[in-house]
């Protein structure tokens, strides 16, 4: 029976965390529905989210953009579809491509930075001489991150996918000497309004994603520099696999039909 109590007794932890992760987010959500808001928080979290991640976000993207005209090109070819180039990378930069990317690399910058903080204000009883001081902590802490990474994702994802179309753009004209009227005239064709918002509403959760992690694993991080490594770590990876999986959620809903 020994095999079966390790499993259970791992069951019962991963149950007991995702419960706790629960609680933490209605805290959360619920507190940033009522005052106080921090506004200039707000507006200083937007900008170490937004601001400084459009560098990384938009070599991402550019790069991304380029590769995929490249790689849809090479493919396309064998069957004499080069004509699909332009829609093909305006579409999968839209819908998958700029939101995932950006997510993944802003919960790679943005999530680590926001466990550290928090992390190292919990090991250092900042937190709790917040408390004492008769201010809540999530208001004056998580509720600014979650609010901001929330707004600004998407964002950073509508910069990513024009220059991510704008990459595809620069190797089709004077890499692949496609027609730049042409490209541009598929780009824009068969581009619906329903591609740029499914994947700015993938941003919007992803930034909330990033956000809840970051913020969770550091406000209940302990054990000294350990464990704010720890928590750190443990932020980034939660919230890249949250990504992944709230993507296909997102993508279900959208286009299932």
């Known amino acids: 029976m020994n095999p079966l109590a390790i499993v259970g007794r791992f069951f019962l932890a991963f149950l007991a965390a995702i419960g706790k ?36 976000v938009g070599l991402t993207a550019l790069f991304t953009g380029a590769v995929l005209a490249l790689q849809i090109y090479i493919g396309s070819s064998r069957f004499n579809a080069e004509s699909a180039v332009a829609t093909i990378v305006v579409i999968g930069l ?5 939101p995932v990317l ?24 900042q937190i709790d001489a917040l408390i004492t001081l008769r201010t809540d902590p999530l208001n004056y802490l998580v509720v600014p991150r979650l609010i901001a990474a ?47 918002v499914s994947g700015l509403v993938k941003a919007a959760v992803f930034g909330f994603i990033i956000a809840l992690m970051g913020c969770y694993h550091g406000f209940n991080s302990s054990g000294g520099a350990q ?15 949250l990504i992944l999986v709230a993507n296909y959620i997102v993508t279900e809903l959208f286009f299932a039909g």
């Open 94 to 98: 839209t819908r998958e491509l700029g």
């Open 150 to 196: 929330t707004l600004t994702m998407p964002l950073l994802v509508l910069v990513a996918d024009i220059v991510g179309v704008f990459g595809g753009y620069m190797v089709a004209i004077h890499r692949l000497d496609f027609n730049a009227a042409s490209y541009l005239k598929n780009t824009f064709e068969y581009l619906e309004t329903m591609d740029v």
């Open 102 to 125: 950006g997510g993944l690399m802003v919960g790679g910058r943005v999530g680590a930075a926001m466990a550290a903080e928090l992390g190292t204000m919990r090991v250092t009883e």
């Open 21 to 56: 992760l629960a609680c933490f987010a209605g805290d959360a959500v619920w507190h940033c529905l009522v005052p106080p808001l921090y506004l200039r928080l707000v507006g200083r979290q937007m900008l170490a989210i937004g601001f400084y991640s459009l560098p990384v």
């Open 227 to 241: 464990g704010v490594g720890r928590a750190t770590t443990n932020a980034v990876v939660s919230s890249l696999i």
